[in-house]
């Protein structure tokens, strides 16, 4: 059964930090790109941060580029998104997804609050 269970959200204030991680199972971790997206409310989802299967290529939306960092750790099946500087415009459910091809996998989302 494939899972993605990300943790590490919360509330937090203006200019602080988060690390975000997303657990994987059930599918072949290291043959797929991962990704990071968010959806504060009442907008679309939009994608943050991706990294390649082997971790040695990534890329950030322009928002976020100089606070935020992704990783993996494909012997732990793990992927995170440090988070450092966070804005309130940062605030969004944070969602994993795993992609190949055709084949996507999506996680249940960890809310990240900013606020004073």
């Known amino acids: 059964q494939v899972q993605l269970v990300e943790s590490g959200g919360g509330l937090v204030q203006p200019g602080g930090s988060l690390r975000l991680s997303c657990a994987a199972s059930?599918?072949?971790?290291?043959?797929?790109?991962m990704s990071w997206y968010r959806q504060a409310p009442g907008k679309e989802r939009e994608w943050v941060a991706s990294?390649?299967?082997?971790?040695?290529?990534?890329n950030l939306v322009d928002s976020v580029k100089g606070r935020f960092t992704i990783s993996r750790d494909n012997a732990k099946n793990t992927v995170s998104l440090q988070m450092n500087n966070l804005k309130p415009e940062d605030t969004a459910v944070y969602f994993c997804?795993?992609?190949?091809?055709?084949?996507?996998?999506w996680g249940q989302g960890t809310q990240v609050t900013v606020s004073s």
């Open positions: 990294i390649s299967t082997t971790g040695s290529s990534s």
């Open positions: 059930g599918f072949t971790f290291n043959s797929y790109g």
């Open positions: 997804k795993a992609s190949r091809g055709s084949t996507v996998y």
